[in-house]
């Protein structure tokens, strides 16, 4: 009985990798390849990352201290105080999981970039390169809009002038 048992669980072994010669990826290699996303995310390589770099320097020149003394915008990727949110609410909070302060923010250069890499992603998955720019600038209300305003900002750009720069330091244009 036992090598009926046996001769049973052959076959049906050798039916198993019959059905199908593609070998299934190991988990080290899933994980090697997550963490080549993952480092290529944090580190600015690939779309995503000219895309992120393009916004750093056209807000601040890379700078993390700086604050814009009319808007109150903060850090490398000039992001306003009021994206920070309140209690349990804002940018901080839906990246981190937890609130932080605009002074931990300004003096945190890690904060910063997690924070603003946290919300440009989901903007550039959503919008695309363009519109990820749009939304940036003026919010994702904007991106909806049929043409994107070439109206003055007062001393900023227009909505059309910020987008066409960040896709030219991209170089998309």
């Known amino acids: 009985m036992a090598y009926d048992f046996h001769s049973a669980l052959l076959r049906r072994l050798g039916t198993i990798q019959e059905v199908g010669n593609t070998p ?3 988990t080290f290699d ?3 390849e997550q963490k080549q996303i993952s480092d290529d995310y944090l580190t600015g390589n690939g779309d995503f990352g000219a895309f992120r770099n393009a ?3 056209q807000e601040s020149g890379g700078n993390y201290g700086i ?6 915008a903060m850090g490398k990727y000039q992001i306003m105080p009021g994206n920070l949110g309140g209690k349990n609410s804002g940018w901080d909070f839906e990246a981190l999981g937890f609130d932080i302060t605009p002074q931990q923010f300004l003096s ?8 603003a ?3 440009l992603k989901e903007y550039y998955d959503r919008y695309g390169p363009a519109g990820a720019a749009v939304a940036w600038y003026a919010g994702p209300g904007a991106v909806k809009k049929s043409s994107n305003s070439k109206k003055s900002q007062g001393a900023y750009p227009s909505i059309d002038a910020y987008k066409k720069s960040i896709l030219r330091r991209m170089g998309l244009i």
């Open 24 to 26: 299934l990826p190991n």
């Open 30 to 32: 899933r994980l090697k």
């Open 117 to 119: 890499s946290f919300k």
């Open 67 to 72: 604050r814009n003394k009319s808007s109150g």
């Open 108 to 115: 945190t250069p890690a904060l910063q970039e997690k924070i």
């Open 55 to 57: 916004i750093s320097a």
